[in-house]
């Protein structure tokens, strides 16, 4: 059964965190259940305390649909990294969810607000192995503790571009993937046959839309991911300037009988785009998406 959830990012961006500043945590929980969204992933401006945010959620009939943790894998040893990352678990578990996005951040550059797209880290070949390795313990140590590890892909890290999450994939065998529709058009692939490589790897999905015109002027001007977003790259599924193929993703997932959260993501800024209409738009496309694929909401 796939479950519609969104993100706090549409009220209160996480890379640049002067929009929606001032949107309280409650806005967006009332608005996002009002919606229809039944489950929210982890945002900024969420309680430290598991139990207090599970209470928070439940004031709003929303569950909490992932949390994240960055990684940092490339400087830290697994030990050092399983107890960076506790918390997040403890945390986790004590809301009600059980899916943890991770993202190896050690060398990232998409939060850098002077960092152009073009600037990204990348990994030697000589080094997949080691990082896969140490990744596969971390989604272990997760699993042991009845938590789903997810790896994000992300424009400005490591795991970027189509043949990066290839390179993952086949590297790896116990961490899945959260695939991302948005992030792999924006890292140069095809979302559907990025998909359908890895259709029995995925555990989480974000939907997530790209406008090319706004792509295309700021590869051209080589701004940063937080003024990409300024400018409006991203979109919601639904969107008439959007580009992603969302169909066919979701008849994918149908044939795949997948079974796990589909949110909703765009980081959009506030003042331009009225969160509760934007994400009004996504909800009503997504959900038709999923009744015509055949996936049980």
């Not at 929009?19 to 969204?37: H, K």
């Not at 994000?152 to 991302?180: K, N, W, Y």
């Amino acid at each position: 059964m796939s479950r519609i959830a969104t993100t706090p990012a549409a009220w209160s961006n996480e890379l640049d965190r002067t929009l929606g500043a001032d949107t309280p945590l409650d806005t967006c929980l009332e608005q996002a259940a009002a919606i229809g969204f039944t489950g929210i992933e982890s945002g900024y401006k969420f309680p430290e305390d598991g139990a207090a945010l599970a209470a928070k959620l439940a004031e709003h009939g929303l569950t909490l649909a992932s949390a994240s943790h960055g990684l940092a894998l490339l400087d830290r040893s697994v030990e050092d990294e399983r107890a960076a990352m506790q918390p997040a678990i403890d945390r986790l578990k004590a809301a009600g969810g059980d899916v943890l996005v991770v993202t190896e951040l050690s060398n990232a550059t998409f939060a850098d607000d002077g960092a152009p797209l073009s600037r990204r880290p990348t990994l030697e070949a000589a080094d997949w192995e080691s990082f896969a390795l140490k990744l596969d313990q971390i989604a272990t140590f997760c699993a042991d503790q009845g938590v789903t590890c997810v790896y994000r892909h992300h424009v400005g890290t490591i795991v970027q571009t189509p043949e990066e999450i290839d390179r993952l994939m086949m590297e790896t065998s116990v961490v899945a993937l959260l695939f991302d529709t948005a992030q792999v058009y924006m890292g140069g692939g095809d979302p559907a046959q990025v998909l359908t490589r890895h259709l029995p790897r995925v555990r989480h999905v974000r939907l997530g839309n790209i406008r090319v015109r706004e792509l295309t002027r700021a590869r051209m001007s080589d701004v940063s991911l937080p003024e990409a977003v300024r400018m409006g790259v991203f979109a919601v599924p639904g969107d008439r300037d959007g580009s992603v193929d969302f169909k066919t993703c979701m008849n994918l997932l149908s044939a795949s009988n997948y079974e796990g959260w589909v949110v909703v993501s765009a980081g959009q800024d506030p003042a331009q785009r009225k969160p509760s209409d934007e994400q009004a738009t996504g909800f009503a496309t997504v959900d038709g998406l999923i009744g015509r694929a055949g996936l049980a909401a």
